[in-house]
């Protein structure tokens, strides 16, 4: 019985974290992506979240996510700036070559803060939203099994002996 208690608290305790970690980084304004190609594979493995706020200013070097003209996005690193018409050039890191295109600043949705690797698997399949409610009904589903495993039976105990 000992050992069920660690792992449960294990769980318990990872999946609060998880949780609280999740509601604070949408809270901050935080946005998160995740990286579906290995074109910065050297700073961000495919498969990995980033996590991605709106600055005032970009330079060059900074990692940013930008939308795409096709609505999609991606993260890339700054390699060139054109003040005057707005336009930052990217290139991925471990590309050959810089982004055919430029992009505006408009459609910058901002720096990259950290990322976590291969975790974005599972933002590709799931919105941040669908993984708030797992995770909170993750957290209530442990809080019912505590109570029943931590519930004496009423009337004392049922091996004594009379």
């Keep these: 019985m000992k050992i069920l208690n660690v792992i449960y608290?294990?769980?318990?305790?990872?999946v609060t974290l998880v949780f609280l970690f999740t509601v604070g980084v949408m809270a901050t304004g935080t946005d998160v992506y995740a990286v579906a190609t290995p074109s910065m594979a050297?700073?961000?493995p495919e498969g990995s979240i980033v996590f991605v706020r709106e600055a005032e200013t970009y330079g060059i070097g900074d990692v940013i996510n930008a939308v795409l003209p096709s609505?999609?996005?991606f993260t890339h690193r700054i390699?060139?700036?054109?003040?005057e018409r707005q336009l930052v050039y990217t290139k991925g890191d471990s590309n050959p070559s810089a982004d055919p295109l430029p992009t505006s600043v408009q459609n910058i949705?901002?720096?990259v803060v950290f990322s976590v690797p291969y975790l974005g698997m599972l933002s590709l399949n799931f919105n941040s939203t669908t993984i708030i409610f797992v995770l909170?009904?993750?957290l209530l589903v442990l809080i019912v099994?505590?109570?029943i495993i931590t519930?004496?039976?009423?009337?004392g105990n049922r091996n004594e002996k009379a």
């Design 136 to 138: 909170a009904a993750v």
């Design 109 to 111: 949705n901002g720096k």
């Design 9 to 14: 608290n294990i769980i318990a305790i990872t």
């Design 71 to 73: 609505g999609g996005t």
């Design 151 to 155: 519930r004496k039976p009423k009337g």
């Design 145 to 147: 099994v505590r109570l």
């Design 42 to 44: 050297d700073e961000i």
């Design 79 to 83: 390699i060139d700036i054109d003040s």
